[in-house]
């Protein structure tokens, strides 16, 4: 079989799974099975496939069938401007995270030398991406999970800015020391009977713990707020990304703990998502 037909013919069994985008999600998975990039795999349709490389597809082709998202199966997701190592102790980096990115480097000058903290870091994806274009700036990321943080490290050394960043299993709660220019945090803002509500792939494969916001949705968003209005320098930055429906108490709680509302940011589909707060 050439790669035209493995590519129908899987397309076409993920399609019957009601699998979004199939045609992609086959391109991706017969490319990393081939081991080369999917834009030469478009431009070789014709090309056999041998037995070995078919079964590894096949092999892809069943966990996708089963609703595992392709981050996982392939072991990466591109965030910004590079690629991060993900497992199933992370949440997958969406791109509607990278506003956080882009609006922390607008308030972060280049030769700077800010101290930045990142709460609930995961994959490290967010404060990682701002110290590759920050290179003079230091980072302290935080995270409950200890294989979360495994995966953060792996990828800070592969970005190669290991010795700018320290990694800490704490929780908010428990973080006493440091003064911080700019504190970052894509919180867990879902309401916990929501969770049953996703879609699958997130459902069944993504950490609830990096999903759950408590009853409320608010828990670790309060947390946060009120922990980071005693570690933020005056005059820091405060970035949170949190849910559409969440503006209006999130940034009553802001003001609450003397934080002035420089902005709210909307995300690709336009809804609101990150709010920008700074410490008066």
Known sequence: MNYQTVLSEATKTLGDQLIKNPKLDCEILLSNALKIKREKLLVNLKQEINKKDLNNFYNLINRRKRKEPIAYIIGYKEFWKKKFMVNANVLIPRPDTEHLVEEALKYIPKNSSLNILDIGTGSGCIILSILKERNKCYGVALDISKKALIVAKCNAKMQQIKNRIKFFNYDIDKLNFGKYDVILSNPPYIKNFKINYLDEDIRFFEPKVALRGG?????????????????IKKKGKLLLEVGDDQMNQTTRLLKRKGFFINKIVKDLAKNNRCIISTKI
């Open 215 to 231: 009853i409320d949705g608010y828990s670790k968003i309060k947390a946060i707020i009120n922990r980071c209005s005693i570690l």
